[in-house]
């Protein structure tokens, strides 16, 4: 196989679908990976089995296949094997693409902080998870960092689309439709990112020598709550039907203000709009 592919894992997840689309419409030839779903039968892609717990198969396959770019987005958000798939897995990953030359873009999280920051996180503030998937994503970054230090580790937010759409959305809609009475948090800031502007970002950013941290987010900060009825209004139901809630009436501690500071990839011209720019463009929200 020649030096000229794309590896991206989780090629069956939703932020590795729009990577395989924008990939495939740059002529970018790509292997992708897939673990528990049969992948598409799609003539422009390779597919191959990958199990992020096995260290030995990672590296035969890196070495195999001698991508020129690895884009790690797979992970697993749970128990069991949180650690050993989203943690280490992501550090063998990074072994193996520094061990052939490859230019590494690792897909890390917002959640890695604690979210008690009063201001939007920047690529300089270190990771300080308060939950499980957070300390796994933290400890992908480290192990990431320490085997492949040219690596690019990108923190990014909640991942939407409408084409198909995602579960954040899904679930909100489901909320304004009466189909779910989960209220929506009024205090957990986040920034929305829409996918194909991420995917857009991420293959520009594979072609860059940028190395190290960058925030790849939406431009604007919402509670998952606003997020809801912004949803809601484009989907032209009603948003008084989201009820809100606060963090702190969670049996379980979540972080509160996870807002990423994109002042940094705006400057290198990457384009990652906010919310209400996006639901206008695409002719879903109406609104000033
Ligand atoms: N989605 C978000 O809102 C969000 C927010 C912040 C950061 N991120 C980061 O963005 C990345 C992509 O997220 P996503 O939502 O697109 O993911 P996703 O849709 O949940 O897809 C996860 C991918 O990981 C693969 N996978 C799961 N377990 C595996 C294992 N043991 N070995 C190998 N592959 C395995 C899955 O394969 P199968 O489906 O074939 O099993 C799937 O392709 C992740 O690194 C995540 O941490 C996502």
């Known amino acids: 196989m020649g030096s000229g592919y794309y590896l991206i894992t989780g090629g069956t997840g939703y932020l590795g679908s729009a990577l395989i689309r924008h990939a495939s419409r740059r002529g970018i030839s790509v292997v992708a990976t897939f673990h528990s779903r049969l992948p598409p039968t799609q003539t422009e892609v390779r597919w191959r089995p990958l199990d992020l717990r096995d260290p030995a198969a990672i590296h035969t396959l890196i070495t195999e296949l001698q991508p020129a770019v690895v884009i790690h987005t797979a992970f697993r958000q749970y128990e069991p094997d949180l650690m050993a798939i989203t943690g280490d897995g992501a550090g063998h990953v990074a072994a193996a693409a520094a061990q052939i030359g490859a230019r590494l873009i690792h897909l890390s999280s917002d959640v890695i902080f604690d979210g008690e920051k009063s201001s939007a996180y920047t690529?300089?503030?270190?990771?300080?998870?308060?939950?499980?998937?957070?300390?796994?994503?933290?400890?992908?970054?480290?192990?990431?960092?320490?085997?492949?230090?040219?690596?690019?580790?990108?923190?990014?937010?909640?991942?939407?689309?409408?084409?198909?759409?995602?579960?954040?959305?899904?679930?909100?809609?489901?909320?304004?439709?009466?189909?779910?009475?989960?209220?929506?948090?009024?205090?957990?800031?986040?920034?929305?990112?829409?996918?194909?502007?991420?995917?857009?970002?991420?293959?520009?950013?594979?072609?860059?020598?940028?190395?190290?941290?960058?925030?790849?987010?939406?431009?604007?900060?919402?509670?998952?709550?606003?997020?809801?009825?912004?949803?809601?209004?484009?989907?032209?139901?009603?948003?008084?039907?989201?009820?809100?809630?606060?963090?702190?009436?969670?049996?379980?501690?979540?972080?509160?203000?996870?807002?990423?500071?994109?002042?940094?990839?705006?400057?290198l011209g990457y384009r990652l709009r906010g919310v209400r720019e996006v639901l206008q463009a695409l002719g879903r929200l109406h609104i000033s």
């Open 123 to 267: 690529e300089s503030d270190p990771p300080s998870p308060i939950t499980d998937y957070g300390s796994a994503k933290a400890r992908a970054e480290a192990l990431v960092q320490a085997a492949h230090p040219t690596a690019v580790i990108v923190r990014t937010s909640l991942i939407y689309g409408f084409d198909p759409i995602d579960r954040h959305s899904a679930f909100a809609l489901a909320v304004a439709r009466g189909e779910r009475s989960e209220k929506l948090f009024r205090d957990e800031l986040r920034c929305p990112v829409f996918v194909d502007d991420l995917a857009v970002a991420l293959l520009d950013l594979a072609q860059s020598d940028y190395r190290g941290v960058i925030n790849f987010a939406g431009a604007e900060t919402l509670s998952r709550y606003e997020w809801g009825r912004l949803l809601a209004q484009a989907y032209g139901l009603d948003p008084d039907r989201i009820a809100g809630a606060l963090s702190a009436e969670s049996p379980v501690r979540r972080p509160r203000n996870c807002a990423l500071d994109t002042s940094l990839a705006r400057r």
